[in-house]
C-alpha cells in the first residue's frame, strides 16, 4: 500500500520540478509494488518513467542537499544516517507544541538573517515523554522540513565496558557535527546523561556524563542536537542547563484520535466508522499504538470486509493492541 508519506514526497518533488527525486520516487513506488506482488502495476511505472525520459534532455535537480553520505570509518559504528521525507504537516500535535517546532524549523531556515543582527537559531533539545508520542518523529520531521540528513546516534556502538572509550567515542561524534551539518538524534538520552550516584556509582558512567556536558559546553557547530528521553527524572539536573529548551510530549487527547486514524488511513473511506466510540477506546493509548492499531484494522478490513471499515473492526484493533504491553518474554 502506498503511504501517505510517499505520495506527499512524489507530488512535492513533481511540484518544484525536481525530475531526479519524482523518477527516483516512483521507481521506489514500483519496487514496492512489486514486493507485494502486483507486477503488472510496477511494470506499469517502470515503462512509464522510461517512455517519459526519452527525448528529454537531461533532468533537472533540486538544489536541496539529497544524497547523504554514508558514515565511514570509526563514526560507522556509532551513527546511523538517512534522509527522512516526513514534514511537520505529517504528524498529529498540540498546538502549542506544534508552534514551538514551526519556530525551531524558522530559525533554521533563517540563520543568516539572525546573524545580520548578532544572533543565532537555538540548537539543542531535550524531547521529553511517553514512549510512542512522537519524539523520534518529531526529529525525522525536523530534518524533513530542512531538507537535511537525519543522524541517529547508535547507543550500542557509543557505550562500551572499557574505560575511557565511551567519551572517545562521543568525541567522534561530536568531532562529525563541525563537518557534517544535519539533524543529531540521540535516543534514550538518559543512558548517556542519567544521574550521578553517590553510593554504587560506576565509573565508566560518571566519566561518560562529564564528557557529555563538556562536549555540549564546547559545541559550536551549525548542527541541529536532540536529545530524547521516556525518563526525565533519571537525567542529572546539569544536563537540562545545556539544552537551549526543553519540549515536552504527552499522550493524545480524546479528539486526536480521529486525527491520528484519518493519517494513517487516508487511503480507506472512514465515513461508516463512529468516532465518539473510538475516541473512547483510544484513551490511553500513545500515537504509536493508535498507527500500529489502524494498520492491524486496515489489514482485517481488506482481509475479511472488502476493504470497508467498521467501528467493530476499529475498536477490536485497538483492544488488541492494548493488550500487547502485557505480553511478557523473559
Known amino acids: 500500500m502506498v503511504t501517505q508519506t510517499q505520495l506527499i514526497s512524489l507530488f ?14 516512483a521507481m521506489d ?46 563514526l560507522a559504528g556509532l551513527v546511523s544516517a538517512n534522509f527522512p521525507l516526513t514534514r511537520l504537516s505529517d504528524m498529529v500535535l498540540e498546538d502549542g507544541l506544534r508552534e514551538r517546532l514551526r519556530r525551531i524549523v524558522e530559525e533554521q531556515r533563517h540563520r543568516e538573517t539572525l546573524a545580520q543582527h548578532s544572533l543565532k537559531p537555538r540548537r539543542k533539545f531535550l524531547l521529553v515523554g511517553p514512549p510512542g508520542t512522537g519524539k523520534t518523529m518529531t526529529a525525522s520531521a525536523l530534518a524533513g522540513e530542512l531538507s537535511g540528513p537525519l543522524y541517529t546516534i547508535l547507543l550500542d556502538g557509543v557505550i562500551t565496558k572499557f574505560m575511557g572509550e ?36 560506576v565509573g565508566e558512567a560518571r566519566r561518560m556524563l562529564n564528557s557529555m556536558l563538556q562536549f555540549l559546553d564546547e ?27 526543553t519540549i515536552e510530549y504527552h499522550l493524545p ?57 467498521t467501528t467493530a473492526i476499529v475498536v477490536a484493533a485497538l483492544g488488541d493492541r492494548r493488550h500487547y504491553p502485557t505480553y511478557n518474554t523473559k
Not at 38 to 47: N, Q, S, V
Open 12 to 25: 512535492r518533488s513533481f511540484a518544484q520540478g525536481d525530475d531526479g527525486r519524482f523518477r527516483s520516487l
Open 29 to 74: 513506488l514500483a519496487a514496492d509494488a512489486g514486493k507485494r506482488g502486483h507486477h503488472r502495476l510496477a511494470d506499469e511505472i517502470k515503462t512509464l518513467m522510461r517512455t517519459a525520459g526519452e527525448g528529454r534532455g537531461p533532468a533537472s535537480r533540486s538544489t536541496d542537499p539529497i544524497p547523504v553520505i554514508k558514515p565511514r570509518g570509526e
Open 166 to 201: 565511551s567519551a572517545a567515542k562521543l568525541r567522534l561524534v561530536f568531532d562529525a557535527m563541525q563537518n557534517g551539518r544535519g539533524v543529531y538524534f540521540f535516543d534514550e538520552f538518559d543512558a548517556l546523561a542519567s544521574k550521578r550516584l553517590t553510593g554504587n556509582d
Open 219 to 245: 559545541d559550536g557547530s551549525d548542527a541541529l542536537i536532540l536529545a530524547a528521553t521516556n525518563h526525565p527524572e533519571l537525567l542529572d539536573p546539569a544536563v537540562f542547563r545545556r539544552f537551549d529548551g
Open 253 to 309: 487527547s480524546g479528539g486526536d484520535a480521529r486525527r491520528v486514524f484519518e493519517k494513517a488511513l487516508f487511503a480507506f473511506d472512514l465515513g461508516a466508522v463512529n468516532w465518539t466510540v473510538v475516541e473512547g477506546e483510544s484513551a490511553g493509548l500513545s500515537q504509536a499504538d493508535m498507527v500500529r492499531a489502524a494498520e492491524d484494522a486496515a489489514r482485517t478490513a481488506v482481509l475479511e470486509n472488502d476493504a470497508l471499515f
